[in-house]
Every structure is written in C-alpha cells, then in structure tokens.
C-alpha cells in the first residue's frame, strides 16, 4: 500500500526565515509526486509535479525537490502569505492518489 | 474559466440520513474523483470515475456510492450517516483517467453528522 509520511506536522517561522518541508514516501510504480497548498476550509491548490529523482520545479519563493524515497519543498524567504496546510500526495500504479497529513506552516511577520 | 463546482459548500445531517453531494469538473475534464478528508488529516480517496464508468474505489463502506453523469458532472451519495461521517468532501477533476498529470480540486461540501 502507498504510504506518505510528512514532516515536522507544524512549523512556525518568522518572515524571511527560509526552511524545508519533509515529504517520505513508499509506492509501487511511482506515476507522479504532487505537492498541494490548502487554505482553511478550501480544496487543494496545485502547486508541483515532480516524476523522477533529480528533478527539481521552483515556483516563486518555493522549490520542490524529489529523491527515491523522498521530496522536499524548499520555501525561500517566506512572507506571511506563505502560511498554509502543504500537502505532499504520490500518484502509483493504481492512479489514485494518496495523501500525506500535511505540514502546517505559519509565517510571522 | 470556470474550475470545479461543488455543491452545497455546508450542510448538515442527522445519523442515519442519506446525503448527495454534487460536483461539476472543469470543462472538458472527463474524470472526476471524490476525496474525503476529515479536519487534521490529509484527503482519502473514496471514488474515481471516468466516461461514467467507475475505474478505482477506496476502502469505503458500501454505504458510500457515487456516478457520473453524461456531461461528466458527478453525485457522491452517503447512506445511513454516521458521525464519523462529517468531514470536508473533495471533488477533483482531470482530463483522463491514468494520467500522472495533477487533480483539480473544488473548494468542497463540508458535512456535519449531528
């Protein structure tokens, strides 16, 4: 069964301090890594696909890496507007995909 | 362009009530998918449908049903609701079934069982 373990599930950084999200994951037949913002009660924002390891998708002040067992989304700089639930999902052979708990991140001005 | 639709954005119901929920895609998106995701917890998959057929299932009971429609729109059904039912309920759309391209998500019917 495809698993997604993300981490830490909180982070809490002052404006312009950058970090990292954790993203783990086991899957048969990797079809595609996704990484999704989420609002407080809104649906999932597309953010990034990655498919193989190496490859790498920046998008403003973020970054996505991916890894055989791992992603990590990078934020650079972030602002207060960064603060979001981030969610890491894999897609495998089966389609469908699967989610990680996601990584709450709070950005103080 | 108009993105996915979701029908009601709240609603709620007692224990052993059935509730539809409605979804429009994205137009000339012909799979839909339905995820559930309870507060705190990242979304399950419950459904995906493609040309009307239904093409992957989660480990839902059978309580839990959905279709398609021919204009590719969709309806989630949940029969004899429990509490552990409330939870926000995800439509999301692409252009076919298999791809490894992303999902289209609606902003979703959140579901309160009292």
């Known amino acids: 069964e495809d698993q997604v373990t993300q981490s830490p599930e909180a982070l809490r950084l002052q404006e312009g301090e950058s970090s990292s999200l954790n993203c783990s994951y086991t899957?048969?037949?990797?079809?595609?890594l996704f990484w999704y913002r989420q609002d407080p009660g809104k649906g999932p924002e597309f953010l990034f696909t990655?498919?193989?390891a190496g490859e790498e998708k920046e998008k403003e002040r973020l970054k996505a890496t991916l890894t055989k067992k791992e992603s990590f989304l990078h934020i650079t700089a972030p602002k207060p507007e960064d603060s979001a639930t981030y969610l890491c999902?894999?897609?495998?052979?089966?389609?469908?995909?699967?989610f990680g708990k996601g990584i709450t991140l709070s950005v103080r001005p | 362009d108009a993105g996915v639709t979701q029908s009601p954005t709240h609603l709620i119901k007692t224990r052993g009530q059935q509730v539809t929920l409605r979804c429009s895609p994205i137009?000339?998106?012909?799979?839909v998918s339905w995820y559930q995701q309870v507060l705190g917890q990242g979304p399950q998959f419950i459904f995906q449908?493609?040309?009307?057929?239904?093409?992957g299932r989660g480990n839902f009971p059978d309580r839990f049903s959905a279709r398609q429609f021919p204009n590719y729109s969709s309806e989630l059904n949940v029969n004899a609701l429990l509490l552990g039912d409330s939870a926000l309920y995800l439509c999301?759309?692409?252009?076919?079934?298999?791809?490894?391209?992303?999902?289209?998500f609606g902003e979703g019917s959140r579901l309160t069982v009292l």
């Open positions: 990655l498919y193989s």
């Open positions: 137009s000339g998106h012909k799979s």
């Open positions: 999902a894999v897609r495998g052979a089966n389609s469908k995909l699967t």
């Open positions: 449908y493609y040309e009307k057929e239904e093409r």
């Open positions: 999301a759309s692409s252009p076919r079934t298999g791809d490894t391209g992303e999902l289209f």
């Open positions: 899957v048969s037949g990797l079809r595609g």
